[in-house]
């Protein structure tokens, strides 16, 4: 669609129903739209002796997914709980059962992801879904 043209982009945000009502009126800060890469990913690493990572510093979700605000917000308070019982001498003083939680939890994301990107068929030409159905084929697609 050429949507990386401004005048393209401004002209399809103009067709929309409620994106329109949102933004009608505004000036962009910059005409050009810009596309960035949003991969999924987990830290090798999550915790250390004294430190744990948090939210996207720990795992970053697909966008397309709809996952990364609530996996944050959940990080963050299993997070607060760790920092709390380490604090207070209660439970995991090393934070090794956060890091455990955290890392299922991205597991079961990728799981999740992998299921509803082999269900999608709608585009089989679009170069985003062709990368992700290739990547994913193999002995149980």
Not at 11 to 21: D, E, I, W
Not at 30 to 53: N, Q, V
Not at 63 to 88: C, E, F, N, V, W
Not at 114 to 122: K, N, W
Request: proline share 6%; glycine share 6%; hydrophobic share 35%.
């Amino acid at each position: 669609h050429r949507f990386n043209q401004p005048e393209r982009f401004q002209l399809a945000v103009a067709q929309t129903a409620n994106l329109h009502q949102l933004v009608h009126g505004l000036a962009p800060v910059d005409p050009a739209p810009h596309g960035f890469p949003a991969p999924s990913y987990r830290l090798d690493k999550i915790t250390g002796r004294d430190w744990l990572a948090i939210g996207d510093a720990a795992c970053a979700y697909d966008p397309i997914t709809s996952q990364g605000i609530m996996k944050s917000l959940t990080t963050g308070m299993q997070a607060a709980a760790a920092i709390t019982d380490r604090t207070h001498g209660r439970g995991q003083h090393d934070f090794a059962q956060y890091d455990l939680e955290v890392s299922r939890r991205f597991d079961q994301y990728l799981e999740m992801r992998t299921h509803y990107y082999r269900m999608e068929m709608r585009w089989p030409e679009a170069r985003f879904w062709r990368k992700y159905q290739n990547r994913l084929k193999g002995p149980t697609a």
